[in-house]
């Protein structure tokens, strides 16, 4: 049974792949670490900034793509991160708490405006910052690797870096899809099954 439904995710997987070019290959490259361009890519995102006949600059570089999933991957963490310790009742001394998280933002907002501000402020900042360092990768003419805000505070080595880089990238992916479980969850009910089962609420 799992040779069989296997067998129909790589056929289904493999009508979206384009046409082979020169040297055919029949595996499928689900490698974290790999490049955007050279991963697995069955809808063809990381290549639409080749389009013959769009205009100008029309569709993202594969450095953007790849800049935005890490950044996302980030915020995605951080979120959950957030969504846990407050379901768990850990909160900051004084600030304020709300029944439900998907309401918390606008509560700390109107109950606490000030801090809200200040934070507010620091992540406009950060986002500036980082679409700053990052270059012109919409065009892919950035000369600085996706996710790399340019310091390495630990001091750690290139292959520590590297092996960092690939964990961080498997998190986000999978902090995403949690966060995206939880707002279907919220939204739907009973759309996340095993939210259910877990008991989430």
Same mark, same amino acid.
């Given at each position: ?9 790589? *056929? ?24 955007? *361009? ?101 065009? *892919? ?61």
């Amino acid at each position: 049974m799992k040779l069989a439904l296997l067998t129909a995710l790589a *056929g289904s997987a493999a009508a979206f792949a384009p046409a082979p070019v020169g040297k055919a290959s029949t595996a499928l490259n689900l490698n974290p670490e790999a490049a955007l *361009g050279e991963g697995w890519d069955p809808m063809g995102f990381s290549k639409m900034h080749e389009i013959k006949g769009a205009f100008p600059n029309m569709f993202p570089h594969p450095q953007f793509l790849e800049e935005a999933e890490i950044k996302h991957g980030r915020m995605s963490m951080l979120a959950w991160t957030g969504v846990w310790a407050t379901s768990s009742g850990l909160h900051f001394p004084g600030a304020p708490v709300a029944d439900d998280w998907t309401n918390a933002l606008s509560v700390w907002a109107r109950e606490d405006p000030g801090g809200f501000g200040i934070i507010l402020a620091f992540i406009m900042i950060a986002e500036g910052e980082g679409v700053s360092h990052a270059g012109d990768n919409f065009r *892919g003419l950035s000369k600085k690797v996706p996710g790399d805000m340019g310091f390495n505070w630990m001091g750690h080595g290139e292959a520590t870096v590297a092996k960092y880089r690939s964990v961080e990238l498997r998190q986000g992916r999978a902090a995403m899809i949690a966060m995206a479980s939880l707002f279907a969850m919220k939204s739907i009910p009973g759309s996340v099954p095993i939210m259910d089962l877990l008991g989430a609420n």
